[in-house]
């Protein structure tokens, strides 16, 4: 088995790079050898472009638009302005999501076409695997200035008011697990899953502390052991232990199993948000076995 070999198995080589205790285990060399085994997708936004329209170079008709790129996005904006969604005149590459201080607009992207999910959510009692990571960061962490989410989530749920409401406490009632923060508390970063009309969204508090225009990175992947298959969560590296890890060894109502999803990064102004208020994206990494 080809893995991403990383020398010391929990060296960091630096506060950019994906963490080896996610991403030492994924077969990236035989996916790509033979896909029918699996996917692996990363984005650093350094070989993007955002598609502009001839008539309008400035605006995204009704919102919508493309980032072509490693990975290919569809964005929102209910600005509909191109500016909203924009590549930053850096070397690292990154993508910035904007928001005009309009209260509860939403901006964002999600892998794909926002119709047709590309991964798959790991079913109740079966083992495949999966990983995700993203390095990312926030300009304000002031309360009701932002909330915003990053993970997977059912597709088509990118738009106007979606998948974060009004003053939202979480995500739509529909299938994620991802990482959020409420408009209410906006340094909490939160894990959290759902699935869609099941009850009330699974949530841990308190784990993930933000800082303002501080790179953080996350993410989650399945693990098992002769005993249980568990999805765990990370922050810059290091597991969040077994409060945030949800068990999908047995039923699980609550977990979003077995559904087509997409990666939906998308934020919302809140009550005392401005125009200016942003979360930067420095990449993205997601792989699935089959």
Aim: aromatic residues 8%; contains cysteine.
């Amino acid at each position: 088995m080809s893995i991403v070999k990383y020398g010391t198995a929990e060296a960091v080589p630096s506060t950019r790079a994906p963490s080896p205790i996610i991403w030492r285990d994924c077969p990236v060399g035989d996916f790509a050898q033979d896909p029918s085994k699996g996917s692996h997708m990363f984005d650093d936004f350094r070989n993007s472009g955002i598609e502009l329209e001839e008539a309008a170079r400035s605006a995204w008709t009704g919102g919508i638009g493309k980032i072509l790129g490693d990975i290919n996005w569809y964005g929102f904006t209910e600005t509909a302005l191109v500016a909203d969604v924009a590549l930053q005149a850096d070397d690292e590459g990154v993508l910035m999501l904007d928001t005009d201080g309009t209260d509860d607009d939403t901006v964002g992207i999600t892998s794909g076409d926002n119709v047709v999910g590309a991964w798959r959510s790991p079913k109740v009692g079966e083992l495949q695997k999966l990983w995700f990571e993203c390095r990312v960061k926030v300009n304000t962490i002031t309360n009701t200035d932002l909330s915003w989410f990053i993970g997977l989530m059912e597709p088509g749920k990118l738009s106007n008011g979606s998948p974060l409401g009004a003053a939202p406490t979480a995500p739509a009632d529909v299938d994620y697990v991802g990482f959020f923060v409420a408009e209410a508390d906006g340094d909490d970063l939160t894990v959290i899953f759902n699935e869609a009309s099941a009850g009330t969204a699974q949530s841990t508090t308190g784990l993930i502390t933000l800082a303002a225009d501080t790179y953080v990175r996350i993410g989650f992947k399945v693990t098992t052991n002769d005993s249980s298959i568990k999805i765990r969560f990370f922050k810059d590296g290091v597991d969040l232990g077994d409060a945030a890890a949800v068990d999908i060894s047995t039923t699980n109502a609550n977990w979003p199993g077995d559904t087509n999803m997409d990666v939906m990064i998308t934020a919302t102004s809140g009550a005392t948000g401005e125009d200016g208020d942003n979360l930067k994206i420095d990449w993205v990494r997601i792989a699935q076995e089959f």
